[in-house]
Every structure is written in C-alpha cells, then in structure tokens.
C-alpha cells in the first residue's frame, strides 16, 4: 500500500510568486490533512477534509492560502502571493477514521522556501 | 489557546539506558494522547496512543497518562542509537473537530 505522497519535496521561490503543492493521500482515506512547520516551531494545523469538503479551515493563516481537493482524492495547497514568513515544511496527513480516533499517516513534507 | 509543551531537548542517553520524553498539556478536555517518531527528513510516524490515566506499553515503549496533572510521557528502555529522533506528543483538542494539536518535539540522542 502506498503511502502519503507530497510535491514537491522542496520549494524554492521568491516572495510574492505562486507555489502549489500537491498530496495524495492513501487510497480510501477520506480524511486528509494539511499541517506547517515553521522552523524552530511546532506542527501547526492548517486544514481537514473529508472527502472533498472543507471541515475545519480554522487554521488557514490568511487568504493568501487555498486548499483545493477535487473529487476527494488528492489535495492542493496554493499560496499566492508567497511571502517571506509563509517558509516552512508543509506535512499532509491522511487517515481513514478521525484524527481522535485513529493514527495521521504522515508524508515526507513540502520544504517551501520564500527568498 | 490549546498548547502542547515539550522540551526540545536535545535529550542525550547512552544505549541501553531507559530515555524519558514529557509532555504537558493545557486543554484539560483532551481525551487522547499520541507519540509520533520523527526521523530527520522523514515523515513522522504514530508509535503509541493512550486513552486512560496509567500505564500503555508496547515492547520497549510505554506511555503514562496523568490527566489530573495533564501530562503524558513516553519512556524508552534499552534505548538503542536506532531510537535516535525527533519525538512528537500530539493532543486530540476538545470541540467538534478533535484535530491534534502537536508539541514541538524532543530531539533525542542514543550514543553508543
């Protein structure tokens, strides 16, 4: 079974640019997650779905930040315009029961870098 | 604000001693505890959960529970170098969504 898989691995780009990354969870995880990691800092919540509907956007820094998940498969992050703070591991997460419930299967993680 | 502290360490043992990872909790609502394993560039992995107050172990790993003091703790007998990593204690926060709220991690050196 494959497992959580996010592009890219790392993210270089200059502030104000547009960066997308991707996350395909495990097959048949209807929960997906979307965490950051600001060095020094730890694992922030972004967002969850299930399926493709937004539960909880609570953690969604600002506007700059769209989650996408089309068809309840994989998922999207977009930040646009990126700025120098938004630097950062962003960790997908899938399980197939809730978070409470049930363990997060990570992926390796996003590096993005904001110059 | 729901925190979850932990000592970054780092937290040096030498192998075969027991290493002991805390973690301390604010949201007295929280009703389930995780240790996650982190390995440098990977991805962090679920390696025990405790749901009660007391005792969980599994091999060489046990979790202890104290919701009273709000803290949870992973020990680690006959550490080996192979444990060497980033820890994780991650709290389920009370509410509707039960998203888990993740400390910042305890670096941990096993040295020969």
């Known amino acids: 079974e494959a497992g959580v898989t996010q592009f890219p691995s790392h993210s270089v780009i200059e502030k104000g640019q547009t960066v997308t990354l991707r996350c395909d969870p495990i097959s048949g995880h209807d929960n997906l997650y979307w965490y950051r990691r600001v060095m020094g800092k730890e694992i922030k919540f972004l967002l969850h779905?299930?399926?493709?509907?937004?539960?909880?956007e609570s953690g969604m820094p600002n506007n700059r930040f769209l989650a996408e998940r089309t068809g309840g498969t994989y998922s999207t992050l977009k930040v646009q315009p990126a700025e120098l703070e938004d630097s950062g591991v962003y960790f997908c997460a899938s399980s197939r029961r809730l978070a409470f419930a049930g363990e997060l299967f990570f992926g390796e993680g996003s590096r993005l870098t904001v110059l | 604000q729901k925190e979850v502290e932990q000592n970054s360490g780092p937290l040096s043992v030498p192998e075969g001693a027991i290493a002991s990872l805390n973690c301390t909790y604010s949201d007295r609502g929280s009703q389930s505890f995780f240790w996650y394993r982190q390995y440098s560039g990977k991805s962090p992995e679920l390696i025990m959960f405790i749901y009660s107050n007391g005792d969980k172990e599994d091999g060489r790993f046990t979790a202890q529970l104290n919701k009273a003091s709000q803290y949870v703790s992973l020990l680690i007998r006959d550490s080996q170098p192979s444990d060497s990593a980033t820890y994780l204690c991650a709290v389920n926060s009370s509410g509707g969504s039960y998203i888990p709220t993740f400390g910042r991690g305890t670096s941990l050196i096993v040295h020969p």
């Open positions: 779905f299930v399926k493709e509907s937004k539960q909880d």
